[in-house]
């Protein structure tokens, strides 16, 4: 049973290549059921003074996609941004910079998934109260999301999940436009920036 946190010399001498396939390993362990032994109590005193995570992924807020969960990570592994429809702003592009930059996490993972009811509401034009606002950010996805057959709202599956794809892509691209201080970390190589799409049926992180 695991007890104790990821260390700061482990974390210091993994890459950030050795971070996602540590986040992918975890979530074929989810897929297989073989999930780790973890004595979460002992984790929670082990991180009562200390924090190491060696990843911030940004998701979005589905009750399906519980991101430790799907990743076979404990406490103190990862940090975790949450938003419908997994979109950056200020406020997220801040917290990526204190992970990377501050606590020295080596990944940033932007992962959508599968019937996206954010994506699926913003196909649609949904407008209600203050999620109106949030829809818009998920717009230049639909926008981008050319070459399609059918109908252009959430009745066509295909094109929702086309825009999906679309929207971690240019989620990512505006990171890097936005925050100088990740493109930098990950153009001298300290980070990376990857998106993935988490499948409902398969339980599956495909990286884009
Ligand atoms: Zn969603």
Known sequence: MISTI????????????DVL??????????IENQTLDRDIKG??????????????VLSCVDSRVPIETITDQGIGDIFVARVAGNIENE???GSMEYACKVAGSKLVLVLGHEKCGAVSAACDDVKLGNLSSLLKKIKPAI????????KRDSSNASFVEK???????????????KS??????EDIGVIKIVGGIYSLRSGKINLI
């Open 6 to 17: 990821i260390n700061k010399m482990q974390k210091e001498n993994l890459t950030p290549d």
């Open 21 to 30: 396939k540590d986040l992918l390993l975890g979530n074929q362990r989810f």
């Open 43 to 56: 984790q929670k005193i082990a991180s009562t003074s200390k924090q190491y995570p060696k990843a911030i």
């Open 91 to 93: 406020d997220i592009l």
């Open 143 to 150: 926008e981008a999301t050319t070459k399609i057959s059918g």
């Open 163 to 177: 825009v999906v794809r679309k929207n971690i892509q240019l989620t990512i691209d505006r990171i890097r436009e």
């Open 180 to 185: 100088y201080i990740l493109k930098d970390l």
